[in-house]
C-alpha cells in the first residue's frame, strides 16, 4: 500500500487531468482522514477530489470516501463565485472611474487549472493603473473603496488591504517587498514598466481582459516573474506548500509558447533567484510525475522535506509581534539561505531592519 503522502501526490496528479505515476492502493483501511488532512495542509482539497472522481470505487468505500471532503468542495466552489462576483463588481467599479485592474495571480492562475473553482485562494491580489499621470491610481482606488462604504488599511507599504463582501483584497502599490533590498528593487522597477507598457498598447486589450469582467491579466512575463519572486519570498520565510508548486507549473504549461524562456532563465540569473528556481522547477517535475523522487538532487530532496512541514506563518501578526516573528522565522531559515539564496541570512537581516528602520515609506524613484 502507498504512503499517505504518495496517495495524495498521485490524486493531485490525476485532479489536474494527469496519469497517475503509479496503481494507487484504496481499500477499507486506508488512512483517508491523514490523506485529506494534508491536502486541507497544502491547499488542494478540491484538486484532490478530483482525482477521486476518476477511480473505480465500490460503492459504500466511494461513499465513504467522497464524504470526508464533499462538503469542503461543495464550500470551496461557493467561495470561488462570491469572489469572482465581489472582484468583478470591484473592476466594474474602478474600470467607471477610469482605472484598470491587473489581477496578480488569483483567477490569472485559476485559469490554468482544469476546474478553477477548486484552485483555493484566500484572497485577491490586484495592481490599478490609470491614464492619467496626474492621479496615483493606488491611493485613488482605496478612496473609492471608502467611498463605497469600506474600510481601507493603509499601514503596510507593500499594499492596502480591505474587505469587501466575501472578498478580502490586497491593493499592491508595490508588487515586491522590495524594501532596503536593491535587487528587489530593480525587479520592482522592470515588473510595472511591464504593466506600465501595456496600458498603453492597445493591441493587447481584448486578450487582457477576462471575460465577462473588467478585470485584466497582466503580460505573461509579469506573472512568471511575480509567481517566482512570490514563492521564494514564501519558502525562505514561512515555507511553501504543493499548491504554490503547482501553481506555477498549471501557469507555466499552459503558457509555455507565450513565454520567452531565454529571457526568464537570464532575469532568474539577473535576480538571484537560479538556486532556489532550480529546486522549484524540479518538485514541480516531480509532482506532476515527469521525474520520480530518486530523480531528485540532495538539495532539491531538503526543500521536498519543508514543502512536506507545517507553514511557519505569521501573516495575521501586526506591529512588534509581527516583526519579532519575521525575525525569528529568518533565523530558523538559516540553512535556505545556504543552499537556495544569493544573500545570507545576516544579509536578509540587515534588509528587514534597514527597511522598517530608513524606509518606512519607500519609493521607486
Known amino acids: 500500500m502507498m504512503d499517505n503522502q504518495s496517495v495524495f501526490l498521485n490524486l493531485v496528479r490525476l485532479g489536474i487531468g494527469l496519469k497517475s505515476s503509479g496503481k494507487i492502493s484504496i481499500n477499507s483501511d486506508s488512512d483517508w482522514n491523514s490523506v485529506f488532512a494534508i491536502a486541507g495542509k497544502q491547499g488542494l482539497s478540491a484538486i484532490m477530489l478530483d482525482g477521486l472522481e476518476g477511480l473505480s470505487l465500490g460503492d459504500k468505500l466511494k461513499q465513504k470516501v467522497f464524504l470526508k471532503c464533499f462538503e469542503e468542495v461543495i464550500q470551496s466552489e461557493s467561495i470561488y463565485a462570491i469572489q469572482q462576483k465581489a472582484a468583478a463588481e470591484m473592476a466594474l467599479l474602478f474600470h467607471s472611474n477610469g482605472i484598470r485592474t491587473y489581477v496578480l495571480k488569483g483567477a490569472v492562475i485559476a485559469e490554468c487549472y482544469p476546474k478553477p473553482e477548486h484552485r ?68 520592482e522597477l522592470l515588473l510595472q514598466s511591464m504593466i506600465k507598457n501595456d496600458l498603453i498598447s492597445d493591441s493587447t486589450v481584448e486578450e487582457r481582459i477576462i471575460e465577462g469582467t473588467w478585470l485584466y491579466r497582466p503580460p505573461v512575463m509579469v506573472t512568471s516573474l511575480f509567481l517566482i519572486e512570490h514563492s521564494y519570498s514564501h519558502f525562505l520565510h514561512e515555507g511553501l506548500t ?35 528556481y532550480k529546486s522549484y522547477y524540479n518538485l514541480g517535475q516531480y509532482l506532476i510525475g515527469d521525474i520520480k523522487e530518486d530523480d531528485l538532487t540532495i538539495v532539491d530532496k531538503k526543500m521536498l522535506r519543508d514543502v512536506w512541514n507545517d507553514l511557519d506563518c505569521h501573516e495575521t501578526m501586526t506591529g512588534i509581534k509581527g516583526r519579532i516573528a519575521s525575525v525569528g522565522n529568518t533565523c530558523r531559515a538559516w540553512w535556505k539561505y545556504r543552499y537556495f539564496s544569493e544573500i545570507s541570512m545576516i544579509h536578509d537581516l540587515w534588509n528587514q531592519v534597514k527597511g522598517v528602520l530608513f524606509l518606512k515609506n519607500p519609493t521607486l524613484y
Open 120 to 187: 483555493n485562494s484566500v484572497d485577491m491580489d490586484c495592481f490599478l493603473l490609470t491614464e492619467r499621470k496626474d492621479l496615483d491610481a493606488w491611493a485613488f482606488g482605496n478612496d473609492l473603496i471608502k467611498t463605497n462604504g469600506f474600510d481601507v488599511l493603509t499601514d503596510f507599504y507593500k499594499n492596502s488591504t480591505f474587505c469587501l463582501p466575501g472578498l478580502t483584497v490586497e491593493n499592491h502599490r508595490f508588487l515586491t517587498p522590495f524594501r532596503g533590498n536593491r535587487r528587489l528593487k530593480s525587479l
Open 242 to 276: 504543493w499548491r504554490h508548486i503547482l501553481d506555477w507549473m498549471m501557469f507555466s504549461r499552459k503558457h509555455n509558447n507565450e513565454i520567452d524562456w531565454d529571457s526568464l532563465d537570464a532575469l532568474i540569473d539577473e535576480f538571484g533567484f537560479r538556486k532556489f
